[in-house]
């Protein structure tokens, strides 16, 4: 007779039973592809034939697959064997009950694993993120896609038009967005981590112990060989130490969530595929066998992401924390390892002894003195620096001041005075000479330090200091009637009163600079006050004489043509020049 204790052994360890078999009977194809891998290394296979014959020599010849399929095979007898043992329990016996509730329970668990097995599947299927290109995607393309793609997107609108019921799962919806938070939190992370990583690579790049700072012995010296020795050791351990501790893995991280990203999207396409056939079940009574396919293939995915995401999205945020933890552990390594090895260098300074507070309103007062000082030589600058005078306009920018004088009228024409750099994202960059229209004497802050103009093409805030009031002048009548033609640009820019306009010099003709000249860009030369230069074309390309093109020390570029003058000479064509 049985013993009662049979049954209530397997009913007692019927969890376990299912939670250690699910997962080996799930990853058996796996086992048997990598024992195959194993075959292709003979040292490797020897060794492993050799302690498989000296632990069981009845394995033979199969080795290592003898061993796999025994549990495979293991558990779709107990089952069986406890029903032999029940059929042969008589009814009456106190061990029947027992054994029946086992052998039932044995059963279950064989279905949940091949349930199992047939989730792991389908999740294998679709984990597998294929990187194709266009070419080969569209070679995919087929009637059967094609129509699958039609009907999943007809079914989404009539979904959207509320024509149709939706499937609404609740759970899986939560567990869903969890993991698109815990996602976005790893994708911040690894941006932040490569703007750290860039921002270090800059830091890095400052070498000062490298630079002659030309002050022999003392601090400067101390500080040179203690920036050395930060860069040779506590920086690069630093580097090497972010790189395989903390950026490795959290790209490791990053392509773990693809799986599951790419399961939750063709459960999207399954559900779809789903409440369709529910729709046909209730209308017709019956689907194909494609269709039941489908409708079980969704139940399968379901049921594994509603299981498996949880621990997932544990998982990942137990590894963004500890990624975390290793960050700021390292910094604060950093830290340490900076201030130990800074100590002796500290001792040279001169406010070594200095509290921190005291040492901070040291630095605040001697910031302030520096700060008053340059104010004061900025001043003193601008008092002695020459009166700002009109520009020569830039080659070829005749349309684009003729274009804002006819918009704005020349009240709004403004001159840039020297160049200006942008930094802000609404700051523009402009060359000196430089036309603009004033469109307001403020920025949206009511700072009226910055001004807003437009440049003919773009819109922008530029420092007012550094704009002047340009004043064109209209051509008289006498000049326009003899004009023989109709010139394209009818406004010119005022001479500069201090200056006299040079008349047309004949090509090739020898002058000198009578003011300096700074180029701003290749097309133009710098030159020097009192510098001989040599005519080319007193005009530019577009037939503008406010500028020439001029060769001096064997270089060509454009300078303004008013910044030149005639060389005393020997008397030329007969004539004398006056003594």
């Known amino acids: 007779a049985a013993s009662p204790t049979w049954g209530n052994l397997f009913l007692e360890f019927q969890e376990e039973f299912e939670q250690v078999y699910k997962v080996y009977c799930a990853n058996y194809d796996q086992a048997l592809l990598l024992v195959k891998a194993y075959q292709k290394e003979p040292e490797l296979q020897k060794e492993i034939q050799g302690i498989i014959e000296a632990a069981m020599p009845q394995a033979g010849p199969s080795g290592l697959s003898f061993f796999l399929v025994i549990p495979l095979q293991r558990i779709t007898k107990y089952p069986l064997l406890l029903q032999k043992i029940l059929e042969n329990t008589p009814a009456d016996a106190s061990a029947h009950p027992a054994l029946q509730r086992?052998?039932?329970?044995?059963?279950?668990?064989?279905?949940?694993?091949?349930?199992?097995?047939?989730?792991?599947?389908?999740?294998?299927?679709?984990?597998?993120?294929?990187?194709?290109?266009?070419?080969?995607?569209?070679?995919r393309i087929n009637t059967h896609t094609l129509s699958k793609k039609t009907t999943r997107l007809s079914q989404m609108l009539k979904q959207e038009a509320g024509l149709v019921s939706r499937t609404e799962d609740k759970e899986f919806d939560d567990l869903e967005e969890r993991f698109q938070w815990v996602s976005l939190c790893v994708k911040e992370l690894r941006n932040n981590v490569v703007d750290f990583m860039g921002n270090l690579e800059v830091f890095l790049s400052f070498r000062p112990h490298e630079r002659s700072l030309d002050i022999p012995g003392g601090p400067a010296e101390q500080y040179c060989s203690l920036a050395r020795d930060l860069q040779l050791h506590a920086f690069l351990q630093f580097k090497q130490r972010l790189r395989s501790l903390v950026?490795?893995?959290?790209?490791?991280?990053?392509?773990?969530?693809?799986?599951?990203?790419?399961?939750?999207?063709?459960?999207?396409?399954?559900?779809?595929?789903?409440?369709?056939?529910?729709?046909?079940?209730?209308?017709?009574?019956?689907?194909?066998?494609?269709?039941?396919?489908?409708?079980?293939?969704?139940?399968?995915?379901?049921?594994?992401?509603?299981?498996?995401?949880?621990?997932?999205?544990?998982?990942?945020?137990?590894?963004?924390?500890?990624?975390?933890?290793?960050?700021?552990?390292?910094?604060?390594?950093?830290?340490?390892?900076?201030l130990r090895r800074a100590e002796s260098s500290m001792a040279l300074l001169p406010h070594h002894h200095v509290s921190e507070p005291d040492f901070q309103k040291l630095l605040e007062h001697t910031l302030g003195q520096s700060s008053s000082q340059l104010r004061l030589f900025q001043e003193s600058f601008e008092k002695v620096l020459p009166p700002s005078t009109t520009q020569p306009l830039l080659p070829g920018s005749e349309h684009q001041?003729?274009?804002?004088?006819?918009?704005?009228?020349?009240?709004?024409?403004?001159?840039?005075?020297?160049?200006?750099?942008?930094?802000?994202?609404?700051?523009?960059?402009?060359?000196?000479?430089?036309?603009?229209?004033?469109?307001?004497?403020?920025?949206?802050?009511g700072n009226n330090s910055r001004w807003l103009v437009d440049t003919g093409g773009h819109r922008g805030y530029v420092p007012a200091g550094k704009l002047q009031l340009y004043h064109p002048i209209i051509p008289s009548e006498k000049e326009l009637r003899g004009q023989t033609g109709t010139h394209e640009d009818s406004w010119l820019p005022a001479p500069e009163p201090t200056q006299l306009s040079v008349p047309t010099v004949p090509t090739m003709s020898q002058v000198v600079a009578v003011y300096p000249f700074v180029a701003r860009s290749t097309h133009e030369l710098s030159l020097q006050a009192g510098q001989p230069v040599t005519i080319l074309e007193a005009q530019d390309k577009k037939g503008n004489p406010e500028w020439s093109l001029v060769e001096a020390n064997g270089q060509r570029g454009y300078v303004p043509s008013n910044f030149l003058a005639r060389t005393p000479s020997p008397t030329p064509w007969g004539w004398n020049l006056p003594s």
Not at 110 to 134: C, D, F, H, P, W
Not at 257 to 262: F, I, K, R, W
Not at 311 to 318: S, T
Not at 402 to 421: D, F, H, M, W
Request: proline content about 2%; glycine content about 4%.
């Open 102 to 139: 086992a052998t039932s329970a044995l059963q279950d668990v064989n279905g949940n694993i091949n349930e199992y097995k047939m989730r792991k599947e389908v999740a294998l299927k679709y984990t597998k993120v294929e990187q194709l290109s266009l070419r080969e995607r569209l070679a």
């Open 247 to 338: 950026w490795q893995p959290l790209c490791s991280l990053a392509r773990a969530l693809a799986g599951p990203q790419n399961l939750i999207k063709k459960r999207l396409d399954k559900l779809l595929d789903f409440d369709r056939v529910e729709e046909k079940l209730l209308d017709v009574g019956s689907v194909t066998y494609e269709e039941e396919a489908a409708r079980h293939e969704y139940q399968a995915l379901n049921s594994l992401l509603v299981a498996e995401l949880p621990q997932f999205n544990q998982l990942v945020m137990q590894w963004l924390g500890q990624i975390l933890c290793t960050f700021v552990v390292l910094q604060r390594d950093l830290a340490d390892q900076v």
């Open 401 to 445: 001041m003729q274009a804002l004088l006819t918009r704005y009228g020349p009240e709004k024409l403004y001159q840039v005075s020297s160049n200006i750099n942008g930094t802000g994202t609404l700051d523009l960059t402009l060359l000196r000479g430089q036309i603009v229209a004033l469109l307001q004497n403020k920025d949206t802050k």
